[in-house]
């Protein structure tokens, strides 16, 4: 009985340390997939670490940049205020010199008003000075006409009166 215990006890210790390597095996199977897993992991989070570092930098230019367009908005908008108070200064200087060119539109009538006037009075000098000219000249031509005919049985015709002078003469 004895050795049959031995032959089932072998038995039993071989199916055992059968079992064992079996489990062995799988632990080191497992082992390995862990520290796969643990590789994978590290490598995850390595990446995770440069895209948040990444993102960190990123974040603190664009901080930067909206620090820097913060500052010339304000600049902006006080060159905008400036601008502004400009017009308006320019808009009060429009209004107030805006009776300047009603006034030289008056100007400019009574000028051209006094160049007609002018016009006028030359005009009304050289029809004088024409119509002097040709009394004299109606004048001229009775005295030859009364020299030549010898006229002496009428009166004399005024020197002002060029008509009758026309008439004697024709």
């Known amino acids: 009985m004895v ?96 009776i300047y060119p009603h006034y030289l539109d008056k100007v400019v009538q009574a000028s051209e008003q006094e160049s007609r006037w002018a016009h006028i009075q030359n005009t009304a000098a050289k029809k004088t000075l024409l119509l002097g000219t040709i009394k004299m000249a109606t004048l001229n031509l009775y005295q030859c006409v009364c020299k030549r005919a010898k006229d002496t049985g009428e009166s004399p015709i005024s020197p002002e009166d060029t008509v009758k002078q026309l008439e004697k003469v024709l």
């Open 3 to 98: 050795s049959l215990y031995i032959l089932f006890g072998f038995q039993d210790f071989e199916s055992t340390l059968r079992a064992l390597r079996i489990r062995k095996d799988e632990l080191i199977e497992k082992k390995g997939q862990m520290k796969e897993y643990l590789q994978k992991f590290d490598n995850f989070l390595k990446e995770n670490e440069v895209k948040r570092c990444r993102a960190v930098r990123k974040a603190g230019r664009e901080k930067e940049l909206t620090n820097q367009k913060q500052v010339d908005l304000l600049t902006l908008q006080e060159e905008m205020k400036a601008l502004v108070k400009e017009r308006d200064r320019l808009e009060k200087r429009v209004q107030k010199n805006a």
